[in-house]
């Protein structure tokens, strides 16, 4: 049986060794705990946002009584009084407490720690990000300073060349490409061109289908993307001693559409078209492309877009200012032309109008002189015959010679009061002479409510009648012709053939509608639209074998719409006669016996028909016309002087001559100058002369200007007895009115 002492571990004898050592030991632990609190009051007067400092403050109270604990033992290694003892066991049981209670707290305050752990932990992955999007707006920054400054670049010029080079150039040294190429669609459209390169390291105008799947996949998106370093628009580097090649990235360029015009050598678009951008980065190197930099080429590739637009747009109005320079230098040179042709043209008229109206000047004037003496009654019909033939071919010839006035619109119509009846009674005296020798039958029928007296142009509604009937007569080999002329209803004024005809009757005016109808050869029905065309004839034999101009009836349209009219003509076929109708616009005379200035050709009113010792001086350089006018002139009484220049006129001329007649067209003196020096050699306004000037100008705006300029009277060439009877009397009546007054 087993000693029950020998389970006890024998007693060890105190070994001073060991105890030396543990005593050490307590020191040293004791001084470390004193020193702890130290470190963390230093802590906490250094620490103004530390949130524990009581916490800290009963963790040092921990520490100092463990520090205390550890001291009071070194007193226990040898005998000890009791005191000790209890000053140990007191020290043991507050550091028991004081442990205890701080485990306690421990347990409620790591959570809080471990919170305020979190949010260290998630504020510094707040300033990891702010530092993230601080490089990003970095990034940016300079994106946006490249592309401003590309963008400026490019922009700073507006030749469509310039911007696609300066593109290449800028993106290569922005973003150290190797090469830099453009692609532009060929005119088909089906395929790409290569059109600038950067490096020149291939030849401008190589080709790939525009099919291809590299290509499809950059136009299918808006964004830079990378494509293969094999692709056909990416082999533009030489291979051999390449290691590796770049990165390649492309992207779209929209074209403008330019289906309303073209430029130069620019493709010819009418659906929306795109180039091609490739950039390639440096072979051998480990360079990649960044999101920054595909964003800076696509925006680029927008700037570049626009700038073409832009360039584009300016080219082609450059081209359109050009044209329309060259338009106008043109123009200006065609109006120079046109207008020395019209200064050319109007000299001729001017000069045939003065020297075809002298000849019948003289005509007019001894056949009416010739009227004045006895003859037979067949040799008075025979001179009556003359006279008016003359008459009408005066004014046919001033119809012929207006004609260029007619085609510009410039041409007056000019209106007075005159007989209507009588005008068409002298009408058919004119025609039954020629149509009695074809043996025509010639009527005039006038209706009961057509007014006897009419305001209007007697002349050229005279001219339209003759020209009419007389194509009747011409163009009829037997047969009647038929005149008839009635005041039209306003519900019979509107026509269907002509819808642009609008009659507006007024309450001072009347619409009178003429009818001329034959059974000659007739016209064609495709010949009727001709008629009214200058120069333009039927083409049947009939008719060309009558002859004429083609221009009287082009004038007589023009007349009619002059008068606010219309014409045409009717006919059922060659061989069924023909029947031209119109209207005229005429108005109601204010009073009948209506005088007239010397020009004009209504006949005056009664007055003095004898002028027996008038002296008269006439001033033309025509031996003719000189020698007509003063028969006219000494027929009436006249005391005639003739000369044939103004230089003679000023010094033939007396204050004993009362009249003056000047041709306005002498030659070597200015006839405004001649009236002039007559009026400063006479300067007592009795003892001056009136000056008529003669003239075959039949503007108004001439006549106007001659009695501006000092004339007292216009006569136009041919003159009558009767028209010079007429002219003298209003002059010498309109003398003594000045002098009463």
């Given amino acids: 049986m087993m000693d029950p002492c020998n389970c006890v571990e024998p007693l060890w004898p105190p070994d001073d060794l060991l105890m030396k050592y543990q005593y050490i030991s307590d020191f040293f632990i004791a001084l470390a705990y004193f020193s702890i609190p130290l470190e963390l009051i230093y802590f906490v007067k250094k620490s103004a946002v530390f949130p524990y400092k009581w916490v800290l403050v009963q963790f040092g109270a921990f520490i100092v009584l463990c520090g205390a604990t550890h001291l009071i033992n070194l007193w226990t290694f040898n005998t000890h009084t009791r005191t000790v003892a209890l000053v140990m066991t007191t020290a043991k049981v507050l550091t028991a407490a004081v442990s205890c209670a701080t485990a306690l707290m421990l347990v409620h305050i790591i959570p809080d720690l471990l919170s305020v752990k979190t949010r260290e932990l998630f504020l510094k992955n707040k300033a990891a990000e702010l530092d993230r999007e601080m490089g990003i707006i970095r990034t940016q920054e300079e994106t946006g ?47 790409l061109q290569l059109s600038y390169t950067l490096r020149h390291q291939n030849p401008v105008g190589f080709t790939v289908p525009i099919q291809s799947p590299a290509i499809n996949q950059v136009f299918s998106t808006n964004r830079a993307i990378k494509i293969s370093p094999n692709s056909p628009v990416a082999r533009l580097r030489p291979a051999s001693g390449k290691y590796m090649l770049g990165e390649v990235a492309a992207v779209r360029v929209p074209l403008l559409h330019l289906n309303n015009f073209q430029i130069y050598d620019w493709p010819e678009l009418s659906t929306k078209r795109y180039a091609l951008m490739v950039l390639m980065l440096p072979s051998d190197s480990a360079r990649q492309w960044h999101v920054h930099e595909l964003e800076l080429v696509e925006v680029v ?44 043209r109007n000299d001729f008229l001017a000069v045939m109008n003065h020297e075809m109206r002298t000849p019948m000047h003289a005509i007019i004037a001894l056949s009416s002189l010739l009227q004045e003496t006895d ?36 041409l007056e119509l000019d209106t007075a009061t005159f007989n209507l009846h009588a005008l068409f009674n002298e009408v058919l005296n004119l025609i039954r002479p020629v149509a009695s020798v074809k043996r025509l039958f010639v009527t005039l029928s006038l209706s009961s409510d057509l007014p006897e007296y009419a305001f209007g142009d007697e002349k050229r509604l005279m001219q339209i009648i003759l020209n009419i009937v007389g194509n009747a007569v011409k163009f009829s080999k037997e047969g009647s012709i038929s005149i008839s002329a009635i005041m039209a209803k306003p519900d019979s004024l509107r026509d269907p053939r002509s819808p642009d005809f609008f009659p507006i009757p007024g ?20 010949d009727l639209p001709k008629l009214f065309t200058k120069f333009a004839e039927s083409q049947s034999s009939a008719s060309r074998n009558s002859g004429g101009s083609g221009l009287g009836l082009a004038i007589c349209k023009r007349f009619v719409n002059l008068m606010e009219g219309n014409i045409w003509i009717e006919s059922e076929g060659v061989g069924k006669g023909a029947t031209a109708i119109f209207y005229v616009k005429l108005g109601f005379p204010a009073r009948v016996n209506e005088s007239r200035l010397p020009h004009m050709r209504i006949p005056p009113k009664q007055g003095q028909t004898s002028f027996t010792g008038l002296k008269v001086l006439v001033i033309d350089d025509n031996g003719v016309s000189r020698t007509a006018t003063k028969g006219l002139l000494v027929h009436l009484g006249c005391d005639v002087t003739t000369v044939s220049s103004g230089e003679e006129c000023l010094q033939v001329i007396t204050k004993e001559h009362k009249v003056v007649f000047m041709d306005v067209s002498l030659p070597g003196s200015d006839s405004y100058n001649v009236a002039r020096l007559v009026h400063e050699k006479f300067p007592k306004r009795r003892e001056k002369p009136l000056i008529v000037a003669l003239t075959g100008n039949t503007d108004k705006a001439a006549k106007e200007n001659l009695l501006r300029a000092g004339m007292d009277g216009v006569v136009l060439k041919p003159i009558s007895v009767e028209k010079m009877r007429a002219a003298l009397a209003e002059l010498l009546e309109h003398k003594k009115v000045l002098h009463e007054a």
């Fill in 145 to 191: 300073r490249h592309v401003r400054m590309l963008t400026h670049e490019i922009r700073s010029t507006l030749n469509r060349h310039t911007i696609l080079k300066t593109t290449l150039v800028e993106l290569g040294r922005t973003l150290g490409l190797e090469e830099c190429a453009l692609w532009m669609p060929t005119r088909s459209g089906l395929e």
């Fill in 301 to 344: 590739a927008d700037q570049v877009a626009v700038a073409l637009s832009h360039a584009a747009i300016l080219e082609e109005s450059m081209r359109a200012r050009d044209l329309l320079m060259e338009q106008n230098v043109a123009l200006d040179l065609a109006r120079r032309e046109a207008e020395t042709a019209v200064r050319a």
């Fill in 375 to 410: 003859l037979t009654p067949e040799q008075r019909l025979m001179v009556e015959t003359i006279l008016k033939s003359s008459n009408l071919l005066a004014t046919l010839i001033n119809d012929v010679l207006d004609l260029s006035r007619l085609e510009d619109g410039s």
């Fill in 507 to 526: 309450d001072n005016s009347f619409y009178m509608r003429v009818q001329v109808k034959d059974t000659g050869i007739g016209i064609s029905q495709q």
